[in-house]
């Protein structure tokens, strides 16, 4: 009883729903390209069934490291979103929210405007300065009277987001005629070499996801208010300080690879919320990892074959597939 | 650490001071609550009823002074093993949206579970036991943002049943609830509290703290200034002392409590004109 059937089987259709459009969008980017290679022709190369070849190497070289980087970054995106929206109750809290962002869109800039010759760097950059934004971010908000409270965090997060956007903008009057370089990073493009940039940051993707799978049963607590959250032995800034290092870790990750695609954390969540009818944590994680991968390697399709060859900036491609379905679901949710 | 045993309070807070943002809001507040006691802490606002209650609860750190729940340090006991321990149903909780009156509950037994581990047939059972106590099982399918005040007040108390603590804090449950809602959600702690259950509940209500605890608290700017059978503590002199008004509790042995209250100020006019 406690857990009606309905409940149950809207939330699982959900789930199914979502697998069911990952495996369509990672089918469909492995197969569709430059060269449409048949499904058969893509399962036997996967399986190692296939001679070497032309084929084999699309498949193999080019296409499957792009589209797990798009899995990677988004289900890392959609948790980040996820755990920040639980944590800090706060239905427009993304990675923007803590700095994150703006932190990573300055490492980025820096790099390429200031060392166009270690354009190598440029992950990097991205990854430090998201880490450096949150951290200042949690420095301020953790310190002093009301430390660790919602608006505490998110004013901070605004405050510093503004600070590096404002850097940003300055580097870029400083070095107008390198801006082009700039505008892909900002748009969200997935990397060519994405194996190599994945070997270098599995780690944050894996100890962020590990981090949001612990953090499921702390924020349903804290959903019911900080001191129902303590009444059943939780720290309420705690689990907000753990909330906000899982979502650093993860967005600055996907930023290093992808660029900037605050949409999708932001948004994500939400139709997962509004297509299960709950906001149990149980649900709203897993279900935002999988919506979120779905979402940005279907929108990385589109960006590589519309204007094939030229390969696009997924960033768009994933706001006009989002919004849409975004829109009607919240006109059908009450 | 002391180990419980049958004979400790459930409840035992000796002294205690907090203060907070710097000031000091408790100056020496002591209570005790026996396994099957209602306790009522009562104050005019501002008292620290509140603060005291969450210092026991072991929400707030005080400065000075010693809170113990069945018999262990709540300073030194933490997170589930405390919430094992003692409930504590807080003032004004938040709603959240999406989330039905059962997901709730079964929220409340989390501190029975270890980190990822699921519920076992033990949780569902003391889940089911929570919803059907306190009359929500008929609406646990309900989201929490479609319940009225009354509903809600009663799905805190299931939230703080499903934790299955010797101790249960309340932290003015019925302030904001209609007559019938109040009286229901007082019946509940009262019956709790017949059924072994240790309460301590913070009231505004002097006639309704007359009528359902065993023992009354008073405290007035920080500190417990009495302690003792309702009747007894609620006396016409010390309701002017610390609410500065002049009332009296009348009480029958058949429970009926009600607070005469001079609301206009007319006994002291009248005393006025016969000197």
Partial sequence: MALTVTTVARRSAVIVAALVALLAAVGASLAIGAVDIPLATVIDALFGDLADGPERKIVMDIRLPTTVEAVAVGAALGVAGAVLQGALANPLASPDVIGVTAGAGFGATLILLAFPGSVALLPVGALVFGLVAAAVVFAIAWTGRNRGGVTQVILAGIAVAALFGAATTGLMTAFPDRVQSVVFFMAGGLTPNAWIDLESFWPYFVVGLALALVLIRPLDRLALGDDVAASLGSRPQLIRLGAGICAAVLAS???????????????????????????????????????????LTAGDVLARNVAAPTVLPVGPFMVVLGVPLFLWLLRRTA | MTVASGHEPALDARDVYVRLGGAPILHGASLRVDRGQLVALVGPNGAGKSTFARAAAGILRPARGEVRCMGHDVRRTRGRRLARLRAFVPQRPRVPEGI?????????????????????????????????????????????????????????????????????????????????????????????????LAVLLVVHDLALAAALADEVVVMSDGRTVASGEPREVLAPDRLREVWKVEARLDADEAGHTALRVDWLGAARELEGELR
């Fill in chain 1, 253 to 295: 990750a996907a930023a290093a690879l992808v660029g900037l695609l605050s949409f999708l954390g932001l948004v994500v969540p939400h139709l997962v919320r509004m297509a299960g009818g709950t906001s149990s944590h149980s649900f709203v994680i897993p279900a935002s990892a999988l919506a979120g991968a779905a979402l």
């Fill in chain 2, 100 to 196: 039905t009156v059962a997901e709730a509950v079964r929220i409340g037994r989390s501190p029975h579970l270890r980190p990822l581990a699921r519920a076992t047939r033990r949780d569902r059972d003391a889940v089911e036991r929570a919803l059907e106590r306190t009359g929500t099982a008929r609406f646990a399918h309900r989201r929490l943002t479609t319940l009225s005040g009354g509903e809600l007040q009663r799905v805190q108390i299931a939230i703080a049943l499903a934790q299955e603590a010797p101790l249960l804090l309340a932290d003015e449950p019925t302030s904001q609830l209609d007559l019938g809602a109040t009286v229901s959600v007082a019946r509940l702690l009262r019956n709790l509290a017949e059924e072994g």
